[in-house]
């Protein structure tokens, strides 16, 4: 019999490690990314679980032929941590002995160790499995997770809880035809939309709480801006005194972000040359006034006073870019018609919510905003609505038994990243993506 401890005797050593061991003899494991034949020696670049480690291969230092070594091979190396001026780490690695744990089948259907994947999306996407072990696809996902964790902590900081919310429900919370229908057990289900109701149910419980976790949107949009299914980051916060203390709340934790992007993530920041945005201030923009403002300045027509197309969210910010210096900005009170019926109107003008959305580079990113706490207030819209009441009995249950006033916001991950990659297409800055034309890999 063996007794399993809590302890595990290192003795590989990690990448990030390695200046700490030069002039010894160390043992590294990876996969071999690239092997580059010189005249009389070869470079061979292992893939760590973070960097792409330069390893260098010679007759006299090594006990194995060079032929041996395969590229995507799962090694063990022995090497000679060497001191060296004219390699960027300060060092390189002289190879001694290699074990092999595992060598491909095949060849790669792809080339993944140039600086880029030179294929289509379709292509990339596709070979998912195999494309993200490039040196800079994976980066991408290495920031996504200094975002996640940058968001986390600074809500953390906050007070918010962490919470986990059903993505199987009974209703939709933005209700409509863009819901995913199930059967559960005979009965009539649908996956989340989004945590709406369930976070709002736990202001009562905990003031001020968050989620990070999947939604589904059924929509039939086949655009480089919308998924089917993608991560949101939600909060929701009791006690306030208006919807501004969102924003403001949002203003920081994006700030916190950056930092945090700046503090932890240096390698893939330089490797992706991200041009991170210096966020000072975020100004804000009434609806109205937004869509009269592009008219004015691009000469456009306004054809739809309900909502922003795309290309007027792209010149606003284009043009807040050129007079303000800012990659962010804040709209304010969209029409109620076009917002849920839990988004509590502007008592001076009902036509209006104490609602906003955020687009950063032109693109929305955030939707949020105040939320009805009055049960009476809460009924009479959704009866002005024609929703039937009996239906939302236990998301009414809150009001009823009472609710602080509270707001909060929904952040889409994937389309945060992409916008502060200034990438093309959404779908670059998600691993796997769920749109209507792709459910493999």
């Given amino acids: 019999m063996i007794k399993i401890e809590g302890m595990i005797e290192k003795t590989i050593v990690e990448a990030e490690e390695l200046s700490n061991h030069i002039g010894k003899t160390i043992r590294i494991h990876g996969s071999i990314y690239k092997i580059r034949?010189?005249?009389?020696?070869?470079?061979?670049?292992?893939?760590?679980?973070?960097?792409?480690?330069?390893?260098?291969?010679?007759?006299?230092?090594?006990?194995?032929?060079?032929e041996e070594l395969q590229e995507e091979s799962c090694v063990i190396v022995t090497a000679y941590v060497n001191e060296e001026s004219r390699s960027k780490k300060g060092y390189d690695l002289q190879i001694q002995d290699i074990e092999i744990l595992s060598r491909p089948e095949d060849s790669s259907p792809i080339v993944i160790n140039h600086k880029l994947v030179d294929a289509s999306i379709e292509k990339l996407l596709d070979y998912r499995p195999i494309t993200l072990r490039n040196e800079k696809e994976r980066a991408v996902f290495k920031i996504q997770e200094g975002i996640v964790d940058g968001m986390r902590e600074?809500?953390?900081?906050?007070?918010?809880?962490?919470?986990?919310?059903?993505?199987?429900?009974?209703?939709?919370?933005?209700?409509?035809?863009?819901?995913?229908?199930?059967?559960?057990?005979?009965?009539?289900?649908?996956?989340?939309?989004?945590?709406?109701?369930?976070?709002?149910?736990?202001?009562?419980?905990?003031?001020?709480?968050?989620?990070?976790?999947?939604?589904?949107?059924?929509?039939?949009?086949d655009t480089s801006r919308h998924l089917n299914e993608y991560t949101s980051i939600d909060f929701e916060m009791g006690y306030i005194t208006g919807y501004e203390e969102i924003m403001q709340t949002e203003t920081m934790m994006l700030q916190h972000?950056?930092?945090?992007?700046?503090?932890?993530?240096?390698?893939?920041?330089?490797?992706?040359?991200?041009?991170?945005?210096?966020?000072?201030?975020?100004?804000?923009?009434?609806?109205?006034?937004?869509k009269e403002l592009v008219a004015k300045e691009y000469n456009r027509n306004i054809n739809d006073y309900d909502d922003l197309e795309p290309e007027e969210e792209k010149l606003l910010c284009k043009w807040i870019k050129k007079e303000m210096g800012s990659d962010f900005v804040f709209i304010t009170g969209y029409p109620t018609k076009k917002r849920p019926f839990y988004a509590m109107e502007n008592k001076e003008n009902r036509e209006e919510t104490l609602s906003f959305d955020l687009l950063f580079r032109g693109v929305e990113i955030t939707t949020g905003g105040q939320r009805i706490h009055s049960y009476q207030e809460q009924i009479r819209k959704m009866k002005q609505r024609g929703m039937e009441i009996e239906q939302f009995e236990s998301y009414?249950?809150?009001?009823?038994?009472?609710?602080?006033?509270?707001?909060?916001?929904?952040?889409?991950?994937?389309?945060?990243?992409?916008?502060?990659?200034?990438?093309?297409n959404v779908r670059f800055s998600t691993l796997f993506p769920r749109d209507m034309n792709r459910l493999v890999p």
Avoid at 39 to 58: G, M, N, P
Avoid at 399 to 419: A, I, N, Q, V, W
């Fill in 37 to 66: 034949r010189m005249s009389d020696f070869a470079f061979v670049l292992l893939r760590a679980k973070r960097e792409i480690v330069q390893c260098i291969y010679s007759r006299e230092m090594t006990k194995f032929l060079l």
């Fill in 154 to 221: 600074f809500l953390k900081k906050e007070k918010f809880t962490e919470i986990r919310t059903p993505k199987i429900v009974y209703a939709g919370a933005e209700g409509g035809a863009n819901i995913f229908h199930l059967d559960y057990f005979g009965r009539d289900a649908y996956l989340a939309q989004s945590p709406q109701f369930y976070k709002q149910m736990m202001v009562g419980v905990y003031e001020r709480v968050f989620e990070i976790a999947p939604v589904y949107r059924a929509e039939k949009h």
């Fill in 257 to 290: 972000v950056l930092q945090f992007l700046v503090n932890n993530y240096k390698p893939e920041i330089s490797l992706l040359n991200v041009k991170l945005p210096n966020i000072k201030e975020i100004p804000a923009v009434r609806f109205i006034e937004a």
């Fill in 396 to 424: 009414l249950m809150m009001h009823k038994y009472g609710m602080p006033p509270h707001g909060g916001l929904g952040l889409g991950l994937e389309r945060f990243t992409s916008r502060l990659l200034e990438q093309e």
